[in-house]
C-alpha cells in the first residue's frame, strides 16, 4: 500500500484558499487518491476522489499530476467551519480487496482563522 | 437516511468485564470495519470484513474480536477490556468495489477504569 506524507498542521484566514498537498511516491497503477475530513468527535466524512488530473465537486477540487506522485484537495474560500483534519488515502478501490486496509495516518489539522 | 449506526455513544466499564460496541449499516455494503482513534495516531485499524463470515485483521487487533453473521451488522467485541483499550471507535462501512468512499458511525467513546 502507498505510503502518504502530509503537513501535519496549516493555518488560513477566512476567505481564503486553501490547498493542502499529499505526497504518494509510492502509488500503483490502480490506486485511487481520496480526501476525508473529519471534525473532532465525529466521524471522517468523505469529501473527494480522484484518479488523475483534476476532480471537482460541490466540496473541493482535486488536483492530481501525471506522474500521480502527489495530489492537492484545493478548498475554495474557507469558513471557520472548515477547521477540521483533512486525511489523505491512496488504495485501490477498483478491485475486490482495494478497500481493505486502507490507511488514514494522522491528517493534517486546517485551522481557519477569522 | 444512509447511515452507519454505532451504540452506546459513550461507555465507562471496568477492567475485564466484556462489553460489545454494536454497528448496523442500511445501505447493503459489502465492506464493514473498525478504527480506534487516539491522539497523535489517527486512525487505525482494528478488523474488517469484506462479507458476511469473513473477517481478516487490521494494524491493531489484539484484545478485540469481531463477527460478521449478517450483512448489515458488524459487532466489536472487547472479551476482557483493558485501560489500554480506551479510545475513540469508529465502525465504516462501503460498497466492496467502485469509486466510493466509507460511511462511519458517529463513535463510541471508551474509558476503561
Known amino acids: 500500500l502507498a505510503k502518504t506524507t502530509q503537513p501535519i498542521s496549516m493555518d488560513s484566514y477566512e476567505g481564503q484558499e486553501v490547498n493542502i498537498t499529499c505526497s504518494h511516491n509510492n502509488i500503483a497503477t490502480n490506486d485511487y487518491i481520496t480526501w476525508y475530513q473529519q471534525f473532532p468527535s465525529q466521524g471522517p466524512r468523505f469529501i473527494i476522489q480522484g484518479y488523475k488530473t483534476k476532480v471537482t465537486n460541490e466540496v473541493a477540487s482535486l488536483f492530481i499530476p501525471a506522474d500521480r506522485k502527489s495530489s492537492t484537495l484545493s478548498l475554495p474560500r474557507v469558513s471557520l467551519s472548515d477547521t477540521a483534519v483533512y486525511y489523505c488515502?491512496?488504495?485501490?478501490?477498483?478491485?475486490?480487496?482495494?478497500?481493505?486496509?486502507?490507511?488514514f495516518g494522522t491528517g493534517t489539522r486546517l485551522t481557519i482563522i477569522p | 437516511e444512509a447511515q452507519v449506526t454505532q451504540n452506546p455513544r459513550y461507555l465507562i466499564t471496568v477492567t475485564g468485564k466484556k462489553l460489545t460496541v454494536t454497528c448496523s449499516q442500511n445501505m447493503n455494503h459489502e465492506y464493514m470495519s473498525w478504527y480506534r482513534q487516539d491522539p497523535g495516531l489517527g486512525l487505525r485499524q482494528i478488523y474488517y470484513s469484506m462479507n458476511v463470515e469473513v473477517t481478516d485483521k487490521g494494524d491493531v487487533p489484539e484484545g478485540y474480536k469481531v463477527s460478521r453473521k449478517e450483512k448489515r451488522n458488524f459487532p466489536l467485541i472487547l472479551e476482557s477490556p483493558s485501560p489500554n483499550q480506551t479510545s475513540l471507535y469508529f465502525c465504516a462501512s462501503s460498497p466492496l468495489r467502485g469509486n466510493y468512499g466509507y460511511t462511519f458511525g458517529s463513535g463510541t467513546r471508551l474509558t476503561v477504569v
Open positions: 488515502l491512496v488504495g485501490d478501490i477498483g478491485s475486490d480487496f482495494g478497500n481493505e486496509k486502507l490507511t
